[in-house]
């Protein structure tokens, strides 16, 4: 009886992490299958549980190399057997293609017995690798045996959850491996024909579909099978991950800005002083002065906006219209934890806007010449650069730099 309620939001991963475990039991998933499956789990999470359109087209192509075999066999080991036996065997009819029993640990006969005992109950007909005696060149943990009739004659050859030591000595023999695992970066993955980067649940039904679709185009079948390229696969499945991330560690659309307030007083002190010590602005006095900020907030020749990032303080800009057709940004700061999310596009924004309904045609900024930051924030944002002003006997000179207002 399964402990996992059926509502429960992760019911089927803690069904498949059960069902593991009990077959573990039995002996026909390895010591160590929960610890694999634990691995491709946390894969899983990182790839959005879903299957990238790079990874489709992978398996299109992983379809066409089957079809294209004239003997292709499906590897089938404990973890394997146990996740998705239905799929495989209905993969291996609509290919078709032999399935054979290839294990790793504890090989005595008895436990490839088991999952092949385990196969057929599901409703495979005839399952290889029980007894197995031909030999695999070159490899010496227990997958070296292989079926004369099965794997020893095969020119393609599927495996999934593999543990890397066999994929490269079927390559060596000559064998064309295709590979199901999440991790693109394992030695299975980097060194078979082509990876499928996907959770074999997912993926199996998928490539059964792509067989479907596939089995009487030829010309397509001769296509994609020559435009394989493992590496290409897996820089694309590698793009997709840094992008998905990428997207995910952003809080641009938490960020929101105030007016500051006698209330900012303390934050804004506190962040000029950090961002003093960093070199990027020079200590002036007056900047660090309760009364003299509290007299500069937002009057109506000045303006101090706070970003916040959700409810936290974490930034705040600046500064003053000058001759009633410039404003003159003089500070734009944002604490380190928060930088490179967007928040100074969305400063520079609102002063921008602020600017125009003043009736500004221009924004005006100083960066010392060390904050090449700054500078890049200001260049993509449409600022050029205007001229330099000599600090004599400072360390650093000031980069002027402006941007004509649209609005204006
Ligand atoms: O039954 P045996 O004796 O042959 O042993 C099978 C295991 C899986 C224990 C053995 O091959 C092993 O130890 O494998 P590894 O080295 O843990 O590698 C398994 C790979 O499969 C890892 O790269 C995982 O990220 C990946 N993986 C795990 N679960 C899935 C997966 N890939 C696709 N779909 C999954 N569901």
Redesign the pocket.
Known sequence: MSDVPANHPRALSLELREKIEYYRQLGI??N??P???G??????YLLGETTPTPVREDIYAAAALLLEAQHPVISV????AV?APKSLISLSRNIPAKLEV??????TGE?EKK?ADYLISQGAQEVLGINAEAKVPNLHS??MRVDKNGMALADVVLV?????DRTKALIDWGKKVIS????PL?R??VDATLNIC????R?LPLLEKAVQDLRTDQQKIKQLTAEINNDYSTARVLKFLNHRLGNLATIKNEFSILDATEEHIHFIKNLTKSVIEEGCFYPQQDELNTDYILSKLNLEYTCTNILLARHILCGFIDGDIRDNQTFHLKRLAIDKMYRGFGGGKILLKKVEKLATIKGCKKIVTEVLTNCHTAQGLFLKNGYTIEGLVNCNGEKHNLIVMGKKLSGA
């Open positions: 998933v390895a160590a299958g610890i694999a499956h691995r491709g789990e946390a894969f899983d080991n404990g973890n394997t996740l290839n294990v790793f640990y504890g090989r436990r999952i227990a997958r999934s959850l593999e543990d890397g199901i695992d999440l991790n394992s299975t993955a996907d959770n074999l649940i993926a």
